[in-house]
T-cell receptor, first 113, second 112 residues
């Protein structure tokens, strides 16, 4: 069964450093998402991406964040200068088309020290 | 303002019990409704979509009341494997909005 994959599973970084979280969505999917979940909190929407551009973004997704689909398979989330409060589980999700289920990857746990 | 609100639990129930979870949402323009399941430190997985007419999938029954902005999930004959956090999820409020808004979840523990 096809699945969304994410690397790394755990990333530890120092405050102020840049991190790139990687996702490989399911191959025939067209819509891509990033969500985050701070430990003990709810899952929160960050951004959606379609046709090589951002469709929607939340208030969390400020200028420190960017997304890219560099090569037609990977979908990346970059945080330019990490803060302690960026520590969370980051989930990538993809969807094939309208009204279809979003499939979530296993997540990357980001720890900012 | 909580957009999707759930009783956090935990609900501790014996095997075989019936358990019900409730959820309210604040945005009356929300388009679609779901229950997701999340195991500890894992990704959310779709359990079922929720339709106005109500829908059933095996031991699971979901109901939606748009007028009251209320969603429910009923689990019959609970199994140990049902132990997880159940997330009430609402899809965006505008045409073309597909972002999901999650509740904080209700934790269920099924006890032998």
């Amino acid at each position: 069964e096809p699945e969304v994959t994410q690397t790394p599973s755990h990333q530890v970084t120092q405050m102020g450093q840049e991190v790139i979280l990687r996702c490989v969505p399911i191959s025939n999917h067209l819509y891509f998402y990033w969500y985050r979940q701070i430990l003990g909190q709810k899952v929160e929407f960050l951004v959606s991406f379609y046709n090589n551009e951002i469709s929607e973004k939340s208030e969390i997704f400020d200028d420190q964040f960017s997304v890219e689909r560099p090569d037609g398979s990977n979908f990346t989330l970059k945080i330019r200068s990490t803060k302690l409060e960026d520590s969370a589980m980051y989930f990538c999700a993809s969807r094939v088309g309208s009204y279809n289920e979003q499939f979530f990857g296993p997540g990357t746990r980001l720890t900012v020290l | 303002r909580k957009e999707v609100e759930q009783d956090p639990g935990p609900f501790n129930v014996p095997e075989g019990a019936t358990v019900a979870f409730n959820c309210t949402y604040s945005n009356s323009a929300s388009q679609s409704f779901f229950w997701y399941r999340q195991d500890c430190r894992k990704e959310p997985k779709l359990l079922m979509s929720v339709y106005s007419s109500g829908n059933e999938d095996g031991r699971f029954t979901a109901q939606l009341n748009r007028a009251s902005q209320y969603i429910s999930l009923l689990i019959r004959d609970s199994k140990l494997s049902d132990s997880a956090t159940y997330l009430c999820v609402v899809r965006g409020s505008g045409a073309g909005s597909y972002q999901l808004t999650f509740g904080k979840g209700t934790k269920l523990s099924v006890i032998p």
